[in-house]
């Protein structure tokens, strides 16, 4: 666990806009070069527009024209730490790889995953060899 990514990501979660849920994540996303872009849930009235922090730091990172990545720290407050969505999950690996995801709770937990294991069998752009 990285502390100073993990205090990022934590500082990134006081952002949260989570008025639905009342659950409030933060993300920090490093980059090969050291870079750290960070992101928090923004929830709206409609529920289905809803952005997870996790993709709110890979847009901010992607759109600065970052394209290499080191690691990922989740942080929130639950009672169990809190795993990356599906879908958040489909969009790092297509953009990050096999990503260590460190998976931390304010409580005092801790868990290190690599984003293979979150995703096991992936669709990817080796999903469509031969179609083309
Ligand atoms: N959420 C995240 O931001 N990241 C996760 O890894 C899981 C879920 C958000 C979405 C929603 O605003 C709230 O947490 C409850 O699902």
Known sequence: ???ELTAKAAAARANAVAPYSGFKVGAALETKDGRVYTGCNIENVSYGLTVCAERVALWKALSEG???????VIVTDAAVVTPPCGA?????WEYCGN??????SLRGLDQEYRLAELLPHPFDSDSL???H
């Open 66 to 72: 970052a394209r290499e990545f080191r690691q990922i």
């Open 99 to 104: 990503l260590p995801v460190h998976l931390h």
């Open 1 to 3: 666990m990285n502390p």
């Open 129 to 131: 060899i031969n179609n």
């Open 88 to 92: 958040c999950r489909q969009l790092l």
